[in-house]
């Protein structure tokens, strides 16, 4: 049975960082591109970013750069989504995401595995 399961989320004050991890079960990791969506609430889900199955190529939405950092440990079987310098807009659901075709996985719209969400949630 495949799983992603999301971890680190919580309620920090504006300004601060949190470190997400997401963990691939049942698939051979290393053979798989990750991702990040966040859903704000009222809002449809959108894409934060993208790290390529080797590692070396990355993708963030413009709202993050300079601040979310994504990397993959294929000897843990897990991505990880660093964010620094949070902002209360930051406040979603945020859904790991797992696809063995990058450009699916960046378009989100026929990803192979979605996750179930942790809540990130920024006071100002």
């Known amino acids: 049975q495949v799983q992603l399961v999301e971890s680190g989320g919580g309620l920090v004050q504006a300004g601060g960082s949190l470190r997400l991890s997401c963990a691939l079960s049942?698939?051979?990791?290393?053979?798989?591109?990750m991702g990040w969506f966040r859903q704000a609430p009222g809002k449809e889900r959108e894409f934060v970013s993208a790290?390529?199955?080797?590692?070396?190529?990355?993708s963030y939405a413009d709202s993050v750069k300079g601040r979310f950092t994504i990397s993959k440990d294929n000897a843990k079987d897990t991505v990880y989504l660093q964010m620094n310098t949070l902002k209360p807009e930051d406040t979603a659901v945020y859904y790991c995401?797992?696809?063995?075709?990058?450009?699916?996985?960046?378009?989100?719209?026929?990803?192979?595995?979605w996750g179930k969400g942790a809540l990130v949630t920024i006071s100002s």
């Open positions: 995401a797992a696809d063995q075709n990058w450009f699916e996985l960046v378009n989100g719209s026929r990803v192979d595995y």
């Open positions: 049942g698939r051979t990791f290393a053979t798989y591109a």
């Open positions: 790290i390529s199955r080797g590692g070396l190529s990355t």
